[in-house]
Structure formats: structure tokens, C-alpha cells
């Protein structure tokens, strides 16, 4: 978030905005109805106060949040490189601050990608989801306690397992304050499992491309990043974890937290396959986690991750209706601003459930007609009156994507072309593609005349082949990236935007250097996960080919925790449970939470926490050391537009 110098080169790449997407951002700027200006009267009600541009520091002193960049915002009409209506939603993602959402609920927006919610019990503070990344949840309490008062932090409630909603936790509360059992953690069932399966077992080839689905490394500008959809973008700082005190396991479930009844509603496999809602009686308002935004929302994000349920997405968006609808004044989530009024809080929750119910039935449908996703997907672009709501258009979501992901929750990603079973790897088929056609120059120059026809789509499919068979050629590169710019330029959706923006910019610069661990999974939420998934964390990291011929079994000891897990070598695979193979063991890895942070160091970690004792092996130590030394290590920095 931070604002780098743009280098000139890169600078006078950029190209203005062709007369194709001209046109195209004119009708849709005449076809929809900018005059309703309600969403920005909700964004701004309640307003208490802020803090400058919303600028936040890091303990030394660094930028990592910042919305200063995004001035060029303030301009009425969206210059032509942009989508006019992401224009209006950048608008509205761009207002930050502490607000007043109704009596004893508050809330911080426009600090992170995410919301932070504060609710004010008889004693202390509730805080639900702390956003990415503890510096900004210690800027969000510091600005409500500036406005409102110091309060104790008696809970924080996590709404569902990505990390924009727990990351930050370690901002608001301390560890120690919730091993003291001062603040209960409150989560839903197989929060941990999916923090873990999502975060880390996936980690780094999803974060890699969250930059391209957030623009992380994009500068702010109307030719460059603009949003992210879901709020202005990622941000920078510290992120951590601190596990769950307390599940909450079936809707209906019901606490009483420092004198506030909440009442919970279960959505697993909707927007996260760990979420859940909340309803708050004594306020009649209801909070819906991330399953009902202003957007279109995502049934599988660009960035990856498990593909979500459309069809219970849209049944428990029913079961909210049936449930709160008529009992709610107010409708709030995690991100973006809330709803007010029974009636329209109705119509808001009736859209969004309808919204994915249409697009699950609409799919399923046509592929019973024997329809491909990009078949069916061009069908349902058509516009019609649900998708001329504001908070249905697919600002981080989009259609096409959506359509796939409901066909692959189905059907796989396979969609029945034997010419698709086992096809030739990308960069030996682009070479093909290149033969065939006479050769990258020829491509090139027909691509080049379909270029200037606006035909941005196919050029960008047919360069992408051109710059996989040969990378180093400029030519196929350059236009390859000129195609992904100007779809960028199109895109309503923002993470399609950030996506084509930043391949093109990869393309013309390659990748850009980052911080020393932009991309780094953090040790620290490693060394405090529940030992089975950190055992199945240490599993993804073993080089098959590395271990091949060896077997073993050693049990892997807690002293803190009292726990003991046995832990199999064979085959190139490693496997656990929980117990002990005793003496059968070949060995006996010893270890505190505190060691095993340690451990986790890079470059000589495991050899100085056994010299400090901080863990110890018994036994044949060697096969141990060698195991966990020789774990694989990865570039996060990985290739996506070229080999």
C-alpha cells in the first residue's frame, strides 16, 4: 500500500486506453444508473472520526496502510482506463474511519482489506475479526479507544478461516491474556483445519497469486491498481495467530458474551469451508461474515482455494432470510458498509441469495444442454434486472469465473473433450501452436491487425502461446502484455483487473524484487498450530525422490503439552497419529511450543535448538536430522505469464 517511485521506463510503457475500451466504458457508464447515490450515504453514516489518510506505521517507523495514494479517486468521472463501475466502487472502498453502525456495535473500515467490528458489552469490548495484520487492528482499537474509551478485549470472534479475518489478532489481544482465560477466542468448527489447509498446505502458490489477484505489488493509479473489490487492497505488517478457545459447532447456538446475546448461524462451505454468521437480538442486527457484500462475491477466487458450494451458499443466504430477515434493522459483514431497514435489509439478503441460486441453476441447467463454462458463461452475460443491482455486479467475483467453478464442483475441471485428457504441457504446445501458424513473427503480425480490431481477448490467448514457445521474444511480449492491459482497463472486476495489469506489467519488467519475506509463510503461525496439522505441514515439505529407500519411525514429544505423536517414514511418504510406538521407536524428538519455534528457522534453526537443548533426540538422531534438515524449500516467486 505503501507509494514507490513508478520507474520511468515502466511509466512510458503504459499505454492509454484504445478505442475499443473506449466505447465499451462509455455505454456502460450510459447503461447504468450512477444517479443512485444510496450506497455512498450508508458508506458515511455513523461517521465518528479517523485517523489522516488512514496512515498506519509498522514499530519502525515504515508505511504499511495507507489510502493518501488514492487521492486521484476524488475525480468525478472514471478517466477510460478504468470500469466506471469499479470506478464508483474504488470510490466507496476508499472511505475509512470509525462508524457508528447502531447502538453498541461499531465498526473500523477502510484500514485493510477487511472490517473490524467492535461491540460493547456490559464490562469490555468484542471484537469480531481482527483484520490482516496486527498494525492495523492496533490502529482500528486505538482510534475507537481516542473516540470512545478504553475497554478490556472480554472476546474476539473469528467469522470464518482467511487470514484478513484473524491475522491481526495478536494487535487486540496478547497470548497471555487468553491462555489467563481474560479473552475467549471464539471460531467455527474446523476453523484451525482450514486456516491450515488454505494458508499453509497451499500457502505459497496461493499467495503468489493473490498478488495477482489483490495487485499487491501494483502502485496506485488510474492506469495501475484502483482496488481490490472487497476493500482498497492487502496491505503490509505483521501477521500472526492465536487458536480458538471456543467452536461453535450448529446453528442456533447461542452465548452470552460479557452480557450480549449472540446467536449463531453455521454456513459451512460457502464463502470459506469454516464461516459463520451472527445475530445479535438485543440490537436487532445481523452480521453476515463475508456471505452477502456489496458483490458478486467469488464460488472459487483467482488466487485459488477450495472450490465453494453455490447451492448452499444461496440455501443458507435463504436461512438467514427466513431466520433474521424480519427481525434485523440493521445488516452489517466483514467487509464494505452495512444496510439499514428492515425492508431493504430484506430486498439486500433476497438479492444476494438469489444472485447465487441463478447462478447455480442457470449452470447446472445449460450443462445439461451439454455446454462448456465459457459456453454457458458468454449465455449468462446477457444483462437482466438482478445484475443491474449494484451489489450483484461482480466487483470481485466475476461471472465467468463463477460459472467454472460451479461446473468443477460438479463435474471437475474436466469437461468431456477427449482432445483435453492429457494434453501437451503449455510451453511444448505453444511451440506447436507456433509451427503450425508459420512462426512467432507471423503470429505476431496477424495478432497485431486483430489487436487494432479490439479483438484484446484472443490476441492476449494467442500472444500467451507466442511468448510460451519463446520467451525472450520481445515482440510477442510486448503485445501479449498491450492485450492484458487493455482487458485490465475493462474489467469491472477488480481482481481481473489487478490480475491482467499485473501480468502485463511482468511482462514488460518481469518480476520485480520483494521484501525479504513478502511472501514467507510465518513460522510463528506454524509453531502454533495443533501438532497433527503441522505434522501434515512438515508432510508437503518431504522430497520424495530425497528419501526414497529410507524408513522411519520416531515419536515426536510435546514436554509442554504432555502430547505424543508417532511419526512414519516409508516410501517417500510421512505419515502420523497421535500415541507412541514405544520401544520400537528408532528415535524420540523432544520439544516445547517455544522450541519448536526455533526448530522452524531457517539456515541452522534445528541444529542450534538442539545444542541449547531447547529439543533433544534419543536414539538414532542422524535419520531425524537429516529428515527435517533436508525438508524442501520453494521460490514463492514462480513464473504465471511466461514458462
Not at 444461496?314 to 425492508?343: F, I, K, M, N, R
Request: aromatic share 8%.
Amino acid at each position: 500500500m505503501t507509494s514507490n517511485m513508478i520507474p520511468a521506463a515502466a511509466a512510458a510503457q503504459r499505454k492509454n486506453a484504445h478505442a475499443h475500451t473506449i466505447a465499451l466504458q462509455q455505454g456502460l457508464a450510459s447503461a447504468l444508473d450512477f444517479s443512485d447515490t444510496s450506497d455512498f450515504d450508508d458508506a458515511n453514516r455513523g461517521f465518528i472520526g479517523t485517523i489522516e489518510n488512514a496512515v498506519i506505521r509498522d514499530a519502525d517507523g515504515n508505511v504499511v496502510w495507507s489510502q493518501k495514494e488514492y487521492d486521484f479517486l476524488e475525480d468525478r468521472c472514471a478517466p477510460f482506463t478504468v470500469n466506471p463501475s469499479l470506478w464508483r466502487m474504488a470510490q466507496l472502498n476508499r472511505i475509512h474511519g470509525l462508524f457508528k453502525v447502531c447502538d453498541r456495535i461499531y465498526q473500523v473500515r477502510g484500514f485493510d482489506l477487511a472490517n473490524i467490528t467492535f461491540i460493547e458489552g456490559d464490562t469490555g469490548l468484542i471484537v469480531i475479526d481482527p483484520l490482516t495484520f496486527e498494525e492495523a487492528a492496533s490502529a482500528a482499537l486505538q482510534l475507537y479507544e481516542k473516540h470512545l474509551g478504553p475497554r478490556k478485549i472480554v472476546a474476539v470472534i473469528y467469522s470464518h478461516s482467511h487470514r484478513d479475518h484473524y491475522g491481526g489478532v495478536k494487535g487486540v489481544v496478547s497470548e497471555e491474556d487468553v491462555a489467563a482465560g481474560r479473552t475467549q477466542i471464539i471460531a467455527p468448527q474446523g476453523f484451525m483445519e482450514e486456516v491450515m489447509s488454505e494458508s499453509l498446505l497451499a500457502g505459497i502458490p496461493s499467495r503468489r497469486r493473490a498478488e495477482f489477484q489483490f495487485g499487491t505489488y501494483l502502485e496506485p493509479g488510474p492506469q495501475s491498481h484502483v482496488d481490490s473489490g472487497l476493500g482498497k487492497g492487502l496491505g503490509k505488517g505483521t501477521s500472526g495467530l492465536i487458536a480458538p478457545t471456543c467452536l461453535i459447532g450448529k446453528t442456533g447456538d447461542r452465548m452470552v458474551i460479557d452480557g450480549v446475546e449472540v446467536v449463531f448461524q453455521m454456513t459451512p462451505g460457502t464463502e470459506a469451508p469454516a464461516e459463520m454468521n451472527f445475530y445479535f437480538p438485543a440490537m436487532r442486527a445481523l452480521n453476515m461474515a463475508e456471505n452477502a457484500c456489496h458483490t458478486m462475491h467469488n464460488l472459487c477466487p483467482i488466487r485459488g482455494a477450495k472450490v465453494r458450494d453455490a447451492l448452499a451458499w444461496a440455501s443458507y443466504l435463504d436461512e438467514s432470510v427466513d431466520l433474521y430477515a424480519g427481525q434485523a434493522d440493521v445488516c452489517l459483514a466483514q467487509h464494505h458498509w452495512p444496510v439499514w431497514g428492515t425492508d431493504r435489509v430484506l430486498a439486500f439478503l433476497t438479492e444476494q441469495r438469489d444472485l447465487y441460486r441463478y447462478l447455480h441453476d442457470q449452470t447446472l441447467r445449460l450443462m445439461s444442454h451439454g455446454l462448456t463454462p465459457r459456453e454457458i458463461s458468454e449465455q449468462l452475460m446477457v444483462p437482466n434486472e438482478l445484475s443491474r443491482r449494484w451489489h450483484t455486479r461482480g466487483y470481485y467475483g466475476a461471472m465467468v469465473h463463477n460459472v467454472q467453478a460451479i461446473y468443477t464442483f460438479y463435474m471437475g475441471p474436466y469437461e468431456g473433450n477427449p482432445a483435453h485428457l492429457n494434453p501437451l504441457p503449455p510451453s511444448d504446445a505453444a511451440g506447436k501452436y507456433m509451427d503450425y501458424i508459420g512462426g512467432i513473427d507471423k503470429a505476431v503480425a496477424q495478432a497485431r491487425v486483430d489487436f487494432e480490431r479490439g479483438e484484446f481477448r484472443w490476441v492476449a490467448q494467442i500472444m500467451n502461446q507466442a511468448v510460451f514457445a519463446d520467451p525472450s521474444n520481445q515482440s510477442a511480449r510486448q503485445l501479449c502484455a498491450d492485450a492484458f492491459e487493455q482487458l485490465g482497463y475493462q474489467a469491472e472486476s477488480a481482481t481481473w483487473r489487478n490480475s491482467y495489469l499485473l501480468g502485463a506489467r511482468e511482462l514488460r519488467e518481469g518480476i520485480r524484487p520483494r521484501a525479504k519475506d513478502g511472501n514467507a509463510i510465518s513460522i510463528g503461525v506454524v509453531a502454533r498450530l495443533p501438532m497433527p496439522l503441522f505434522f501434515d505441514f512438515i508432510a508437503i515439505r518431504v522430497v520424495g525422490d530425497r528419501v526414497k529407500g529410507k524408513a522411519l519411525r520416531f515419536d515426536w514429544r510435546m514436554t509442554d503439552e504432555g502430547s505424543c505423536h508417532k511419526l512414519t517414514l516409508s516410501h517417500g511418504a510421512l505419515s502420523h497419529r497421535p500415541g507412541s510406538f514405544g520401544d520400537a521407536a528408532d528415535a524420540v524428538f523432544s520439544t516445547t511450543r517455544a522450541g519448536l519455534l526455533k526448530v522452524l528457522l531457517p539456515q541452522g534453526g534445528l541444529r542450534a535448538a538442539l545444542e541449547s537443548g531447547e529439543a533433544q533426540i534419543s536414539g538414532q538422531a542422524q535419520p531425524v536430522i537429516e529428515l527435517l534438515e533436508g525438508l524442501d524449500t520453494c521460490n514463492p516467486l514462480f513464473n504465471i505469464v511466461e514458462p
